[in-house]
């Protein structure tokens, strides 16, 4: 397995080049362009790697389906469905989602932006600090790792630039789609996407998804089967936002990527796989590891389709 990660790994990496690192929020413009990295984690507990799979980056869109599975555990699937719809947006992660879709909670898609902010209001906590404690801890805990933590510097360069997510959010709020203060909503927010993780830990939370919910080795069980479901099944139509129908096709597993350049990919039954490739698509996803999941699932038979 091994051999067959460095091989596809080194015949990816010059897809890089036709990529460029997030630059609309400044500390993420740091990132590697080059760096490309693997890691696989099977139900079973087995785990291969290649590259840069220890690389610490921003967990970015990726905490999106862990918001979901923190809000659906708080809240059960019938309410955060009557918050936060299930259809696919088509569009954007930033989009704002008025004009031709009327802005009701139906045609919030919790992958996206919007439906995430409306997510963290979901989360159960005296505050907002204990709220994203909460997140942080499923977070350590599906991860498999205890020290995972902010990146601070990537959270405040989120914080000083996010006019458009602060404009998404006053448009919820007077839709009547936010109860809470806008500005403590999205410090949530703003610290979950900052995040730090590495391929490991993107491969050990998929591992989980596709394991319905238990921990790979130890099979604990940290949410019921149905909620892998749900977060599945939205990762397959939305989790690469307007680029998820062609990853359908060319990969054909439920995923979701981050503009710090991570994609954590379920493979129903079978593993989680984490990805690291900061150079992005105009989509915002990684452009080496989409290219790399691609191989992969032609040489081990992922798709589901
Ligand atoms: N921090 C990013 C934002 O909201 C997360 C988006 C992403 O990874 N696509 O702007």
Same mark, same amino acid.
């Given at each position: 397995? @091994?051999?067959?990660?460095?091989?596809?790994?080194?015949?990816?990496r /010059?897809?890089?080049?036709?990529?460029?690192?997030?630059?609309?929020?400044?500390?993420?413009?740091?990132?590697?362009?080059?760096?490309?990295?693997?890691?696989?984690?099977s139900s079973?507990?087995?785990?291969?790697w290649?590259?840069?799979?220890?690389?610490?980056?921003? *967990?970015?869109? *990726? +905490?999106k /389906? %862990?918001?979901?599975?923190?809000a659906?555990?708080d809240?059960g699937?019938?309410y955060?469905?009557?918050r936060v719809? +299930?259809?696919?947006?088509?569009?954007?992660?930033?989009? *704002?989602?008025?004009? @031709?879709?009327s802005?009701?909670?139906?045609? $919030?898609?919790p992958m996206?932006?919007?439906?995430?902010i409306?997510?963290?209001?979901l989360?159960?906590?005296?505050?907002?600090?204990?709220?994203?404690q909460?997140?942080?801890?499923?977070?350590?805990r599906?991860?498999?790792?205890e020290e %995972?933590?902010?990146?601070?510097?990537?959270y405040?360069? @989120?914080?000083?630039? =996010?006019?458009?997510?602060?404009?998404?959010a006053?448009l919820?709020?007077s839709h009547g789609?936010?109860?809470?203060?806008?500005?403590?909503?999205?410090?949530?927010?703003?610290?979950?996407?900052? *995040?730090?993780?590495?391929c490991?830990?993107?491969?050990? $939370?998929?591992?989980?998804?596709?394991?319905?919910?238990?921990? /790979?080795?130890?099979?604990e069980r %940290?949410?019921?089967?149905?909620?892998?479901?749900?977060?599945?099944? $939205?990762l397959?139509?939305?989790?690469?936002?307007?680029?998820?129908?062609?990853?359908?096709?060319?990969?054909?597993?439920?995923?979701k990527? =981050?503009?710090?350049?991570?994609?954590?990919?379920?493979v /129903?039954?079978?593993m989680?796989?984490? %990805?690291?490739?900061?150079?992005?698509?105009r989509? =915002?996803n990684? +452009?080496? =590891?989409?290219?790399?999941? @691609?191989?992969?699932?032609k040489?081990?038979?992922l798709?589901i389709?």
């Amino acid at each position: 397995m @091994e051999e067959l990660l460095e091989r596809l790994l080194e015949g990816c990496r /010059p897809a890089a080049r036709q990529g460029r690192v997030a630059d609309y929020i400044p500390e993420l413009a740091k990132g590697d362009s080059e760096a490309l990295g693997i890691y696989i984690m099977s139900s079973e507990g087995k785990r291969s790697w290649a590259g840069d799979c220890r690389k610490a980056f921003t *967990i970015q869109s *990726i +905490v999106k /389906p %862990i918001l979901l599975l923190q809000a659906l555990l708080d809240n059960g699937a019938e309410y955060v469905m009557s918050r936060v719809g +299930v259809e696919a947006t088509g569009k954007p992660f930033d989009a *704002i989602n008025a004009g @031709e879709q009327s802005l009701d909670s139906g045609n $919030i898609n919790p992958m996206v932006n919007m439906g995430a902010i409306v997510m963290c209001s979901l989360i159960h906590g005296r505050d907002y600090d204990e709220r994203f404690q909460r997140l942080l801890e499923l977070t350590q805990r599906m991860a498999g790792e205890e020290e %995972i933590g902010v990146d601070e510097a990537v959270y405040q360069s @989120e914080k000083s630039h =996010g006019s458009k997510n602060r404009a998404l959010a006053y448009l919820l709020k007077s839709h009547g789609l936010l109860e809470d203060d806008v500005e403590a909503v999205l410090d949530c927010y703003f610290r979950a996407c900052s *995040i730090r993780v590495d391929c490991r830990a993107l491969a050990h $939370i998929g591992a989980v998804l596709s394991n319905r919910g238990r921990l /790979p080795v130890s099979n604990e069980r %940290i949410f019921p089967a149905a909620m892998a479901q749900y977060v599945n099944a $939205i990762l397959m139509t939305c989790g690469m936002y307007d680029g998820s129908g062609e990853f359908a096709l060319r990969v054909g597993v439920p995923a979701k990527s =981050g503009v710090g350049g991570g994609i954590m990919a379920v493979v /129903p039954t079978r593993m989680g796989i984490g %990805i690291f490739g900061p150079a992005l698509d105009r989509k =915002g996803n990684s +452009v080496a =590891g989409i290219q790399l999941l @691609e191989q992969l699932s032609k040489e081990l038979h992922l798709s589901i389709f």
